[in-house]
């Protein structure tokens, strides 16, 4: 992990069409602030179109990423997600990186990836309001962001940046997430 | 205007090279989810990439936009403000659309382009703390979004979404910006 090693932590943010663009520009921003790297991965291709019809270029395609280790994985959410259910690969990689103790979070919906993939039962999360009822035995927590061991989940694009604060505090230090919640004047009355 | 009209209303919101990719996003991604038209248009090309390395594709360029009439222009800042301060044809534009009656808003660094188009002298302003000083004759305020006349501006990436949600309010109603606000579960605490 990043934190303490000295090492630059590494992050893959999956991107498909329909990904909720608040979502996935604030994680890739705020984290790019804290000097973590970013790789963000196209699923259906490198140009993928969010949901309010934002195109943004990414790094890679998923199928590129999936055989790497990561610090963390992070999930945008908006309709995108069943892309995301539906992809085994992704789901496969989201298992190994929980098993090796990475980090792994989702907003919005996309706590439902982490459910198919077996990674919520007895755990405690943040989601979209649609999505509760399909995260069998995980309990839902009405918070912007939960943290439960190594799994970060959040409710959607109004809670983005704290979630994203949430993930610098995790990979760079409490004092970083800090100076980057400063450095954008977050809730700084 | 939009509002009460029973018509859609149109935003432009100018894309430089540089631009600060939350507060862009921000914008477009509210606005649209209000049912409000948006026209991203690329200063430099139609593919800019932000601060943080996030490129945007935009809907056309800024050179083909500055003759049409718009019921706001929305000035993301970031780095890329410095591009916008120096478009004399985006300065002539803000000024026509600002005598015309139509919302002026910027964030971040970007209440600078209004100054230098002359658009802020006695007015109320928020801006980034490090844009405070080339703003004469406007007097800072420390609030996340300032409403002065037809005149909306914001402090940082960190106070984006009150900002979106302001012109929404503006352009689409207050009862639109509450729903839109709830859609994204923003300080439902």
Known sequence: MGKGTGSVPRVLVPMSEGFEEIEAVSVIDILRRAKITVVTAG???????????????CDSLLTDE??????AIVLPGGPG???LVEHEGLRAALRRHAAEGALVAAICAAPWVLHV??????????CFPSVEDRL??????YEE????????TSRG??????????LVAE??????????????IFRAG
């Open 117 to 126: 993939a077996g990674l919520l039962a007895g755990r405690k999360v943040a």
């Open 171 to 184: 990979l760079a230090g409490e004092q970083v997430a800090r100076e980057v919640g400063q450095s954008i």
């Open 66 to 71: 999936l055989e790497r280790s990561f610090d």
């Open 81 to 83: 997600t069943a892309s």
């Open 145 to 152: 962001v939960v943290r439960d061991g190594q799994l970060i």
């Open 136 to 141: 069998d035995g995980a309990t839902i927590v």
């Open 157 to 166: 694009a109004g809670t983005a940046i704290p979630f994203a604060l949430a």
């Open 43 to 57: 699923v259906q291709g490198r140009l993928p179109t969010g949901s309010r019809g934002v195109a943004i270029a």
